[in-house]
């Protein structure tokens, strides 16, 4: 009873603690920092980086470079224009046309169904005099004002930008601030739900998978392929239209894909024992995976951690862009030159 005893202890201590249960594997060693010297240069680049998004809140201002500025160059939201920090462009009243020489700083953007006074009409009687004009509906996007028409949008982007090549991008934000309400969150939702479908397909499934896979691989490229050589040599002229162009064409692509096609068939069938060797790795992988819910949710985690060093250096970007010397130029409320001195460019 004694040595019964004693070996249902002994095979409990093994349980409790398997890892003394076998020796270290040939060759281990333990783990340790193998980078200690250039630690030295990482904190140095560290201390170096700090210096610098030190001296760019000390010295900058994003506003210089986020906000417009009025037909008196005056900055949307600083010194006088300090409660106005909207950018906006008034409208013709005659021809309802946007004025992009007269900017206007406002308190908030106009959705079209007010009236505003403190429009310029320099562009009309030669002066500086302010005339009722009815606004336009309009979005905001950042501090700035900006027509909800995609067509009044596009117009005030060539005439303020001098049509710019960037020009189109201020139409794509304006068209995802319009739709992104609704797209935005059913994308993610869909990309997320599809990402951890495909997980849960490969725990399940993975040769299935990795299977039809290549039945499409081969399917999809000899297919094609000998579909092109068939019409090329075999099918009536008179009946058959080129996909590219000329029957030539069609024959030597076509047979280039067909050849692709035969090659991966041949390469799958004297590679299938290696293939099922693969297939088990990934059902394997997502064993892991399924055994250990933490690592599904890492995405997200490192998502949400890259997102906010982005955001930080993207601040620190803009403050240390805004440490030079700002110049206003044109009439249009959005261009400007920047300066800056040696040690500016430096940074």
Request: glycine share 10%; charged share 15%.
């Amino acid at each position: 009873m004694a040595a019964r005893d004693a070996t249902i202890t002994t095979t409990m201590v093994e349980q409790q603690e398997p890892e003394k249960k076998h020796p270290p594997l040939p060759g281990s060693k333990e783990h340790h920092c193998t980078d200690v010297f250039w630690l030295f240069f990482f904190f140095l680049n560290v201390g170096c980086m700090g210096y610098i998004q030190y001296y760019a809140y000390q010295n900058g201002d994003s506003r210089y470079i986020t906000r417009g500025y009025n037909s008196d160059k005056e900055l949307c939201g600083v010194g006088h224009q300090l409660d106005n920090p909207f950018i906006y462009w008034c409208e013709n009243p005659k021809t309802k046309e946007i004025i992009v020489t007269s900017p206007i700083c406002v308190d908030h953007c106009p959705n079209g169904t007010e009236q505003r006074s403190d429009c310029d009409d320099e562009v009309f009687v030669g002066n500086h005099t302010a005339f009722d004009a009815d606004v336009y509906p309009s979005l905001q996007i950042g501090h700035w004002c900006l027509p909800r028409k995609r067509k009044d949008m596009a117009h005030l982007m060539r005439q303020v930008t001098g049509n710019c090549p960037l020009a189109p991008i201020a139409e794509v934000f304006g068209d995802i601030h319009r739709t992104g309400a609704i797209i935005l969150p059913v994308a993610a939702f869909i990309s997320v739900f599809v990402g951890y479908l495909y997980l849960y397909l490969l725990d399940k499934c993975a040769a299935l998978l990795c299977y039809i896979c290549m039945l499409l691989l081969v399917a999809s490229t000899g297919g094609t392929g000998g579909y092109l050589v068939y019409g090329a040599l075999v099918a009536d002229p008179t009946t058959y239209t080129p996909w590219l162009g000329t029957s030539g064409m069609d024959l030597g692509i076509g047979g280039v894909l067909f050849v692709v096609g035969a090659f991966c068939f041949f390469l799958f069938c004297f590679k299938s024992y290696g293939i099922s060797q693969a297939c088990g790795c990934i059902e394997a992988a997502c064993e892991c995976l399924m055994e250990e819910p933490t690592l599904l949710v890492e995405p997200f985690i490192a998502l949400a951690i890259k997102g906010v060093i982005l955001h930080l250096m993207a601040i620190g970007f803009t403050e240390l862009a805004t440490t030079g010397n700002f110049d206003f130029y044109g009439d249009s409320g959005i261009r400007r030159e920047i300066t800056w001195n040696n040690q500016q460019l430096a940074f």
